[in-house]
């Protein structure tokens, strides 16, 4: 590199890969010897992009946060802007004179589009471009069948992912970087709150601050602590909401302030060193694995979030959703506590257990006859970890409509599924205090207790908890005509 060249800045720019560690990008760009410029761009302009839900937003503010202040403890500074992508890049290059961009692939077809016009641009202007892989284990393209076509199953496609050498290790964290400066000439830089990212009218992220630390050492204490205390026994309890068995790494993956490479050598380390069982370093890894499916999927179906992956469900009969239904099952009110709990785990934590997460979408779209889609929105606007490839496989899973889906008669029975993953009942009453008083017995089905026995609980039907907003039995039967009269029509 000459001496013109290197005294000019790079770009980093950074988008769902919010870390210091295992940032591919990063470290090309700090390896250049050049000034860093570390660049953000809030983007709710470009074409086709998704917007963010309001728990991803105040997830993201706070990321923001600890991304600046860990580039701040190395000499960089994190500069944030607003505007379309490829346009803003572009002015920004313009502006510094910067002879380079590196960025963190993504795998949506909007972000796509929006990464190919602004390398478009950029190398026509004689700027270089190199983008990485920091997201995901395996690039989707890397994963094909025989045909040379992309998996539908998951299964076969984990098999050879597996099959292939593992990921590399991952990077360290650079311990210093030349900053750039910014020129006085350039476009005005915004303040993270300018991006107006917190609820405030009102602020109802209390239960958010309370349960979660956004950012790469949250994350990455997150993961010691799962590996030191939980995974052990993964295997066998992680379908128990009631025992903290699970990562709850979601969210941090989501805004890539951890890697699925730390992940995975972290567990392999752990596993290698006697401290975690073999078989539930394989069950968790597979975890892993299925969100690699997902992004799999997102890449070879765009609108994955919008369309059945099966087009044979675009004739099935779904129900108009009933305002006060719909309601209630947002809320958690529809008086089965098993989804009541989940669901009011979700609004006050912006996360929910996996398990209950298939129960409480199988009672949307399995018991009230309504489009998954719906679901869908639903969670992208109430996870923290509302996840572009992961949100709408797994509610076309559940449906019945994706890859790999489960069958659609199989329908959760939310009583059952209590008793069996919550037998005590903890987790509905640690969400549904107004049950925290009813025995063991009969914590899953109120509406069966007796008088004496609700009157002792302080629990009053259709006063302070209601009955169950529709029969089970009857729903599934109405759930199966459904799908009946679907294949007849097809037929």
């Known amino acids: 590199m000459s001496e013109a060249v290197k005294n000019r800045p790079v770009i980093v720019w950074f988008r769902e890969d919010l870390r210091l560690s295992d940032q591919p990008a990063l470290s090309a760009g700090i390896a250049t010897g050049a000034p860093v410029i570390c660049l ?109 076509e992309f998996y539908r199953v998951y299964s076969p496609f984990w098999r050879a992912v597996r099959a292939l050498p593992d990921p590399a290790q991952p990077l360290p964290a650079p311990k210093r970087l030349i900053g750039a400066a910014w020129p006085d000439t350039a476009h005005a830089r915004v303040d993270l709150a300018a991006l107006d990212l917190l609820p405030s009218k009102p602020d109802w992220a209390g239960g958010l601050r309370a349960r979660w630390r956004p950012g790469e050492r949250g994350a990455l204490k997150q993961l010691e602590s799962f590996l030191d205390e939980r995974i052990q026994r993964y295997s066998s309890m992680r379908d128990r909401p009631d025992v903290a068995a699970t990562s709850a790494l979601a969210p941090y993956l989501r805004f890539g302030e951890i890697s699925p490479r730390q992940i995975f050598h972290a567990v392999r380390h752990a596993e290698q060193a006697g401290s975690v069982p073999a078989r539930d370093a394989e069950k968790f890894i597979a975890e892993i694995g299925w969100r690699e499916f997902a992004y799999h999927l997102l890449y070879n179906v765009p609108n994955l979030a919008k369309r059945n992956f099966q087009s044979k469900f675009d004739a099935f009969p779904w129900r108009e959703p009933e305002p006060e239904a719909l309601a209630a099952w947002k809320h958690g009110r529809t008086g089965y506590p098993i989804v009541d709990a989940g669901m009011r785990e979700l609004w006050q934590t912006g996360i929910m257990h996996n398990r209950v997460r298939m129960i409480v979408a199988s009672f949307l779209v399995k018991d009230l006859l309504v489009d998954w889609r719906v679901g869908e929105e639903w969670f992208w606007d109430t996870l923290c970890d509302a996840d572009p490839a992961n949100n709408p496989a797994s509610w076309q899973w559940v449906a019945g409509s994706g890859a790999d889906a489960a069958p659609y008669f199989r329908i959760f029975n939310p009583t059952l599924q209590g008793k069996k993953f919550d037998p005590s009942g903890h987790y509905v009453r640690s969400f549904v205090t107004e049950l925290s008083e009813m025995p063991d017995t009969w914590i899953h089905e109120p509406w069966l207790a007796p008088s004496d026995v609700l009157s002792r609980a302080g629990v009053t039907l259709d006063g302070s908890y209601p009955r169950p907003i529709v029969d089970h039995s009857r729903a599934r039967d109405r759930a199966l005509a459904a799908l009946s009269s679907t294949r007849t029509d097809s037929a």
């Not at 500069?79 to 002015?91: F, M, Q």
């Not at 796509?112 to 284990?137: C, F, M």
């Open 40 to 148: 953000y761009v809030f983007d709710e302009e470009s074409e086709g992009l998704r917007p963010l839900g309001g728990a991803s937003r105040w997830w993201l503010h706070h990321s923001l946060e600890a991304l600046s202040s860990a580039l701040a403890n190395i000499g960089g500074r994190l500069d944030i802007l607003r505007g379309p992508g490829a346009e803003t890049v572009a002015r920004v290059v313009a502006d510094t004179h910067a002879s380079s961009v590196f960025w963190t692939r993504r795998y949506g077809a909007a972000e796509i589009e929006i990464d190919r016009r602004a390398k478009a641009g950029l190398s026509e202007a004689g700027v270089t471009v190199r983008s990485y892989n920091g997201q995901l284990l395996r690039e989707p393209w890397e994963v094909q069948t025989k045909a040379g």
